[in-house]
């Protein structure tokens, strides 16, 4: 984690954000008036209850959907301001994702399943390609699993395949969503190392959500959402 808090380098910030869904005849009110900021390169978690708002949250940080009011920057840019086309591009160069239940290809091999979120890059030429993807495989130790399948790896493995494609396309950001939820306790630990050791190496910023408050003991910085509000931070 550096801290680097006299440079106050602001990667993302949101500005009193609020999103409401409507279920049928009922109004979902999932965020409340939020404001949160990250700072380049730092490691943060978010703590919260089911429900309690955060994977509304990591879906707006990460322009997968769009606030009703406030204000989300991210990286300087006010993403409200943006057309649909401008932040898909956003989210395909910044932005990396890693889901709870891992959304691999079945029927597509390790390689190309990491490959998969550099193929809509058509400016990337095949063998940049290709070796963006070996450095990514090696960077979660799964050089040697490039022609398996998923169904022929163990759930850790399928994870670390998850974060190799998130991190294939050298994201500033990465954004986690409950990352661990499926894993063993020995495997979430490794899994977190992980994390940090590629926090700390490449300089990518990294958001991760998580209901467990026992697994983020050694995370530097840690919201608290409850309700779609940020309760503490510490
Ligand atoms: P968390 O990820 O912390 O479990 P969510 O962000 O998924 O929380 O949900 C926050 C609130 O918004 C919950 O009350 C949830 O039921 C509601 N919600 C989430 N997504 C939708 C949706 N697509 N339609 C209606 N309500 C939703
Ligand atoms: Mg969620």
Same mark, same amino acid.
Request: aromatic fraction near 6%; include cysteine.
């Given at each position: 984690m550096t801290d680097s808090a006299d440079s106050r380098d602001h990667f993302i910030q949101l500005k009193n954000v609020s999103k409401t869904y409507q279920l049928g005849e009922t109004q979902v009110p999932a965020l409340k008036d939020l404001n949160l900021e990250l700072r380049k390169g730092e490691f943060t978690a978010l703590i919260g209850a089911s429900g309690s708002g955060k994977t509304t949250l990591l879906n707006l940080i990460g322009c997968l959907d769009r606030a009703d009011s406030g204000e989300i920057i991210l990286d300087g840019q006010p993403v409200s301001r943006l057309s649909e086309r401008e932040l898909g591009d956003l989210r395909n160069h910044k932005i990396g994702f890693i889901f709870q239940s891992f959304h691999l290809i079945p029927v597509l091999n390790v390689f190309e399943n990491v490959e998969l979120p550099l193929t809509i890059r058509p400016e990337i030429p095949e063998s940049e390609r290709k070796s963006l993807v070996e450095q990514a495989l090696k960077d979660v130790g799964l050089e040697t699993f490039a022609h398996h399948r998923p169904d022929q790896l163990s759930g850790g493995q399928r994870q670390r395949v998850a974060i190799a494609r998130a991190l294939v396309k050298r994201p500033a950001l990465i954004?986690?969503?409950?990352?661990?939820?499926?894993? +063993?306790?020995?495997?979430?630990?490794?899994?977190?190392?992980?994390?940090?050791?590629?926090?700390?190496?490449?300089?990518?910023?990294?958001?991760?959500?998580?209901? +467990? +408050?026992?697994?983020?003991?050694?995370?530097?910085?840690?919201?608290?959402?409850? +309700?779609?509000?940020?309760?503490?931070?510490?």
């Open positions: 954004l986690a969503d409950e990352p661990t939820a499926n894993l +063993d306790s020995e495997t979430t630990r490794k899994m977190i190392d992980l994390l940090f050791e590629l926090n700390q190496k490449r300089q990518i910023t990294f958001f991760f959500c998580s209901h +467990d +408050d026992k697994l983020i003991s050694r995370v530097a910085r840690i919201l608290r959402i409850r +309700d779609g509000q940020i309760e503490s931070v510490s």
